[in-house]
Nanobody, 114 residues
């Protein structure tokens, strides 16, 4: 399975970004998918997950600010991030949720300046 995250960048606090994750095969349509992030020196943690049926789950730190969505036809998962904070700075990855694949892909860096 190939997972390619994109859409990261440098943004000021309070700004917004939308991340995209393109997956190979029919990964998105048949699996729950999630966005995870890893800040420097910290563990990789789940940010948001969406089940194959569309149910969503968010880390407390991003509830009300981030929205995960999926487009099965495009085999793509999105993460809309609003009201970004400096503590959101991390490399963001997409993967299967809740049980992730071993292959994480490159991730996309999000840097939020204060």
């Amino acid at each position: 399975v190939q997972l390619q995250a994109s859409g990261g960048g440098l943004v000021q606090a309070g700004g917004s970004l939308r991340l995209s994750c393109a997956a190979s095969e029919s990964t998105v349509s048949i699996n729950g998918m999630g966005w995870y992030r890893q800040a420097p020196g910290k563990q990789r943690l789940l940010v948001a997950g969406i089940s194959s049926g569309g149910s969503t789950n968010y880390a407390d730190s991003v509830k009300g600010r981030f929205t995960i969505s999926r487009d099965n036809a495009k085999n793509t998962v999105y993460l809309r991030m609003n009201s970004l904070k400096p503590e959101d700075t991390a490399v963001y990855y997409c993967n299967r949720y809740p049980l992730f694949f071993d292959n994480w892909g490159q991730g996309t860096l999000v840097t939020v300046s204060s």
